[in-house]
């Protein structure tokens, strides 16, 4: 590790980088993420498309992209767990079945929102 820290521009442009780097890691590791990726790329389009006002068109675009954001989580949550040790912990179980609880709750809020919005355009 570094012994100074980046500021500026500087620190900006590394962490575009270094932000790249995880969604590369995401994608090429995580089943889970390609799959949500591409609902993501057929849902914000039609998210833009059925909403009725800004208001809904960000709810509908925002809850897609929370479960993208909740998935990177737990993927990084995961990846710590295996980096520490690879044999079975009752802790480590935990943490990954949290993580996937977390997961589910955001498709949940997801699946809510759309289900909401389209009912309400019937």
Do not use: C
């Amino acid at each position: 590790m570094s012994e100074y820290k980046l500021d500026g521009a500087t620190h900006f442009i590394k962490a575009f980088f270094w932000s790249m780097a995880g969604f590369k890691a995401a994608w090429r590791h995580e089943a889970a993420f390609r799959q949500e990726v591409i609902a993501l790329v057929v849902m914000v389009p039609l998210g833009v498309w059925l909403g009725e006002g800004a208001v809904q068109k960000a709810l509908l675009v925002a809850s897609v992209l929370f479960v993208i954001v909740v998935e990177l989580l737990n993927s990084a949550m995961e990846a710590t767990v295996d980096r520490i040790g690879l044999e079975h912990h009752i802790l480590s179980g935990r943490a990954k079945d949290l993580g996937s609880a977390a997961v589910f709750v955001a498709l949940t809020i997801t699946g809510v929102i759309w289900g909401f919005i389209l009912f309400a355009k019937l």
